[in-house]
């Protein structure tokens, strides 16, 4: 059996392709863009949310928000792990994202202008990450499909204080309700934008369904967010700024107007709102720490020293028959 044929039985046997098991380099490439991707926007996604603990309105969100963005740093570090099991250094990684080589998601290019952001953030960004990365816990790769089992239970905590947060809201003062529906209003077709472009104009889609990498399509996840998210969205009292929106008896789905691409593409190719400013963040918090880095790396390597010092006496010991250390 060749390479070839042996990847494509894994494939076909819905088994996983594992690190050292053979693989086509498109499939490779494939995984390293996606999964680093994942990785970046996990980290840049800390800054919008990380701009608000210090004015959480009380003790308890405040904790829960540092818990939150606690749990988006171990995301990035699980998702550049999975991606070092394909080659590439997580050093390399940054470079290519602060280089503008590498992108990570366009919802994190907006601002957080109110409190009520930070619950729309939790409900609508981080309900259509878990519908798009729950198809993933089956992704066809290893490290990948495990890397995400934790990230979704996580991610689905995070959707429930989101909501938690602008139901509280929705019950308050007019004012308060007010800016709950501002912050849909904002948020609400970015978050619409995180599944993609259209099938038709996708270039990854085909060949990572093929692969299975993915399992769902950008559209149908779409659909799977509004079908779920319209019923949430009316329980809050609130209305989606999307006057097409209407429920098709015959589909058995929502309808909904069209995405301005014109505003995707554009933050996609980095000119959003907060493009420039939260690349400019990220790359100072990685040259502000290097000198963190390098103390650990001399501190691993003093420490590899030592034992390989002790593990070279005690095989000296062991050759003339004396305890080790007398």
Same mark, same amino acid.
């Given at each position: 059996?060749?390479?070839e044929?042996?990847?494509?039985?894994?494939?076909?046997?819905?088994?996983?392709?594992e690190p050292?098991d053979?693989?086509?380099d498109?499939?490779r490439?494939?995984?390293?863009?996606q999964?680093?991707?994942?990785?970046?926007?996990?980290?840049?996604?800390?800054?919008?949310?990380?701009?608000?603990?210090?004015r959480?309105?009380?003790?308890?969100?405040?904790?829960i928000?540092?818990?939150?963005v606690?749990?988006?740093?171990?995301?990035?570090?699980y998702?550049?792990?999975?991606?070092?099991?394909l080659?590439?250094?997580?050093? @390399?990684?940054?470079?290519?994202l602060?280089?503008?080589?590498?992108?990570?998601?366009?919802?994190f290019?907006?601002?957080?202008l109110?409190?009520a952001?930070?619950?729309?953030?939790?409900?609508?960004?981080d309900g259509?990450?878990?519908?798009?990365?729950v198809?993933?816990?089956?992704?066809?790769?290893?490290?990948?499909?495990?890397?995400?089992?934790?990230?979704?239970?996580?991610?689905?905590?995070?959707?429930?204080?989101?909501?938690?947060?602008?139901?509280?809201?929705s019950?308050?003062?007019?004012e308060?309700k007010?800016?709950?529906?501002?912050?849909?209003?904002?948020?609400?077709?970015?978050s619409?934008?995180?599944?993609?472009?259209?099938?038709?104009?996708?270039?990854?889609?085909?060949?990572?369904?093929?692969?299975?990498?993915k399992?769902?399509?950008?559209?149908?996840l779409?659909?799977?967010?509004?079908?779920?998210?319209?019923? @949430?969205?009316?329980?809050?009292?609130?209305?989606?700024?999307?006057?097409?929106l209407?429920?098709?008896?015959?589909?058995?789905?929502?309808?909904?107007?069209?995405?301005?691409?014109?505003?995707?593409?554009?933050?996609?190719?980095?000119d959003?709102?907060m493009?420039?400013?939260?690349?400019?963040?990220?790359?100072?918090?990685?040259?502000?720490?290097?000198?963190?880095?390098?103390?650990?790396?001399?501190?691993?390597?003093?420490?590899?020293?030592?034992?390989?010092?002790?593990?070279?006496?005690?095989?000296?010991?062991?050759?003339?028959?004396?305890?080790?250390?007398?």
């Amino acid at each position: 059996m060749t390479a070839e044929e042996r990847f494509q039985s894994i494939i076909a046997a819905e088994d996983k392709i594992e690190p050292a098991d053979p693989m086509p380099d498109g499939y490779r490439k494939t995984l390293i863009r996606q999964m680093a991707q994942h990785a970046h926007s996990e980290v840049i996604g800390m800054q919008p949310e990380a701009n608000w603990i210090a004015r959480a309105p009380t003790l308890r969100r405040k904790a829960i928000l540092i818990a939150k963005v606690q749990d988006e740093a171990g995301h990035g570090l699980y998702l550049y792990s999975a991606s070092e099991t394909l080659g590439p250094g997580r050093d @390399q990684l940054q470079e290519l994202l602060h280089q503008g080589k590498h992108k990570y998601s366009s919802i994190f290019n907006y601002p957080t202008l109110t409190w009520a952001d930070i619950g729309a953030i939790g409900w609508l960004v981080d309900g259509a990450a878990i519908t798009n990365q729950v198809m993933l816990t089956r992704t066809s790769y290893g490290p990948y499909a495990r890397a995400m089992v934790r990230i979704c239970k996580e991610e689905s905590f995070h959707q429930r204080q989101g909501y938690e947060a602008l139901l509280t809201m929705s019950r308050g003062s007019d004012e308060q309700k007010a800016m709950v529906q501002d912050a849909i209003n904002r948020w609400w077709w970015p978050s619409l934008m995180m599944f993609g472009p259209h099938d038709a104009d996708s270039t990854h889609t085909k060949e990572s369904m093929a692969w299975k990498i993915k399992r769902v399509t950008n559209d149908d996840l779409r659909q799977q967010f509004v079908d779920m998210t319209v019923p @949430q969205c009316e329980f809050l009292g609130m209305t989606p700024p999307d006057p097409d929106l209407k429920w098709n008896e015959e589909r058995g789905h929502y309808d909904f107007g069209e995405i301005d691409w014109d505003e995707f593409w554009r933050v996609v190719k980095g000119d959003g709102p907060m493009n420039r400013e939260r690349t400019a963040r990220k790359v100072k918090a990685w040259e502000d720490g290097a000198w963190v880095r390098e103390a650990a790396a001399a501190h691993a390597g003093k420490t590899a020293a030592r034992e390989a010092a002790k593990r070279a006496a005690k095989r000296q010991d062991d050759k003339r028959g004396e305890p080790h250390g007398v």
